[in-house]
């Protein structure tokens, strides 16, 4: 009897998790452009990536590359997407696995990353200044060894996030648990407290548009299988990001928020003495300066930037 009462809830436990997602799948709805331009799509390796445009195409070529987690998008550089196409012919692209990009279930890879960025810099742009977030920032330096970048600006750029788990991955891929799992770690208090640990200095910032956004985002078909790397901590790069930012030729800016905790200010303080760059550091920010601050952000940046194509 106490078998069958087991094996009774045990099924019930999986009924109800099934039914759980499933509500949660139909919750999330059609996932809109948050960035003002033109979209276009970018077909690379079977995979539609979507992007968008603003700007005057006879500036120089920016391209913005978002950070990685459950909730990632273009929506991140919102706040400085218009201001910075004031200035520069602008690109903001969704990665493959990310928001309105196809999200094929892939073994997503460092490597993946670095070529897409690769690929879609040579083929859409014309050496562009790359912007690029967090972990992303890792996949930019390796791309720039074989693309031309005009200049890399990188925000908290880390590589390293989590002690490689591959069994993770695994098991947040599986059907049932682990979509289980992902829509808790994706779920609305996850991300909103994403946003209020490591996002934002002050949490009254945070916009409830933006967290529903990464919210829709983090529930669309296929959303789990590029966090699941992310997670399991095996799209960190097999490379020393200080090594490879050394030995880059590209002109390259660090950008730091002076109260980041996920990758603290003390993390850019080395890298920038490894590497020998500039670092710039943003007040009562944390890992998300740009999106914070994002007038003093792009002050500086064009400044920065206008100085530097000058001779300056």
């Known amino acids: 009897m106490k078998a069958r009462n087991v094996l009774a809830g045990a099924v019930g436990a999986v009924g109800a998790a099934v039914v759980g ?5 139909t919750r999330a709805g059609d996932l809109e452009n948050p960035l003002p331009g033109v979209e276009r799509t970018y077909r ?17 070529d920016m391209l913005l590359l978002h950070g990685v987690h459950a909730g990632a998008s273009s929506h991140e550089f919102e706040p400085v997407f218009e201001r910075l196409a004031e200035h520069y012919h602008v690109v903001a692209v969704d990665l493959p696995g990310f928001a309105r990009s196809e999200r094929p279930p892939l073994v997503y890879s460092p490597t993946l990353y670095a070529e897409f960025v690769r690929d879609f810099a040579s083929e859409v742009t014309d050496e562009p200044i790359v912007v690029a977030s967090s972990l992303t920032g890792a996949f930019a330096a390796d791309a720039a060894t074989e693309t031309e970048f005009e200049a890399l600006v990188l925000i908290c750029p880390t590589d390293e996030t989590a002690t490689e788990r591959p069994w993770l991955r695994t098991l947040v891929r599986t059907p049932i648990v682990g979509t289980t799992i992902y829509n808790l770690l994706a779920s609305k208090p996850s991300i909103r407290y994403f946003y209020d640990r490591d996002g934002y200095y002050d949490s009254d910032r945070i916009d409830e548009r ?3 956004y990464a919210w829709d985002s983090a529930h669309q078909p296929g959303a789990r299988y590029a966090p699941a790397s992310f997670a399991s901590g095996t799209l960190d790069p097999d490379f020393d990001l200080a090594t490879e930012l050394a030995e880059l030729e590209t002109p390259t800016t660090l950008v730091w928020g002076r109260d980041a905790k996920l990758v603290p200010l003390r993390n850019g303080r080395d890298l920038a003495e490894a590497a020998d760059l500039e670092l710039v550091v943003i007040d009562y920010a944390t890992q998300l300066p ?10 500086y940046l064009t400044a920065q930037l206008i100085h530097a194509d000058r001779g300056e």
């Open 290 to 299: 740009h999106a914070e601050h994002p007038e003093q952000f792009v002050e």
């Open 44 to 60: 690379w390796r079977g995979i539609e990536a979507s992007y968008t445009v603003a700007g005057d195409p006879s500036d120089p």
């Open 210 to 212: 933006e967290v529903a």
């Open 21 to 25: 997602n499933r509500l949660l799948a």
